[in-house]
T-cell receptor, first 113, second 114 residues
């Protein structure tokens, strides 16, 4: 069955360092991959979308890579700040025009001052 | 509106009662989605609307769950004869259309069935 794996353990890093979060998937051929940020008691907030034919996408301090051979996406936050502390979710869509994204359970990031 | 609005934000109900959850999407967004988030679980797709039509209801867990959307805007998710396993956060999201735009989520309705 389709499976998305994100590290369920919290990631603690020091302010100013680069945080790297991983999203692995199996039995799936996504055309799109999205990353969201979720704060406690709030809905997820869309951050970035990357297509299967794109290797890397950047937005300000965020960088996403997408390796369809390894079936993995990496999400990087450079120069991390305590305000970046949140849970980060990856979501996969299987074909163009998809509406049904499959979400991972998320990784909790804590940036220590 | 400026964002996706959901009401109520919290709902406690007795097992066996019916509940209605409301979602008011961003004005002009034609696509609307309902997801469910249980503790320790990923978001679970429930249903998708394009306009007032629901082309995909495959995620609805049972026939106790139904949803409608009127005027291409507000949507209501109804759960009949609630069970304890229905306890979760119900999230609504909207997007301009069903293509590759990121969703805008509401803050959700936390449903607790006692």
């Amino acid at each position: 069955s389709q499976k998305i794996e994100q590290n369920s353990e919290a990631l603690n890093i020091q302010e100013g360092k680069t945080a790297t979060l991983t999203c692995n998937y199996t039995n799936y051929s996504p055309a799109y991959l999205q990353w969201y940020r979720q704060d406690p008691g709030r809905g997820p907030v869309f951050l970035l979308l990357i297509r299967e034919n794109e290797k890397e996408k950047r937005k300000e301090r965020l960088k996403v890579t997408f390796d369809t051979t390894l079936k993995q996406s990496l999400f990087h936050i450079t120069a991390s700040q305590p305000a970046d502390s949140a849970t980060y979710l990856c979501a996969l869509g299987s074909y163009p025009g998809t509406y049904k994204y499959i979400f991972g359970t998320g990784t909790r990031l804590k940036v220590l001052a | 509106g400026a964002g996706v609005s959901q009401s109520p934000s919290n709902k406690v109900t007795e097992k066996g009662k019916d509940v209605e959850l409301r979602c008011d999407p961003i004005s002009g967004h034609t696509a609307l989605y309902w997801y469910r988030q249980s503790l320790g679980q990923g978001l679970e797709f429930l249903i998708y609307f394009q306009g007032n039509s629901a082309p995909d209801k495959s995620g609805l867990p049972s026939d106790r769950f139904s949803a409608e959307r009127t005027g291409g805007s507000v949507s209501t998710l109804t759960i009949q004869r609630t069970q304890q396993e229905d306890s979760a956060v119900y999230l609504c999201a909207s997007s301009l259309d069903s293509r590759d735009y990121g969703y805008t989520f509401g803050s959700g309705t936390r449903l607790t069935v006692v």
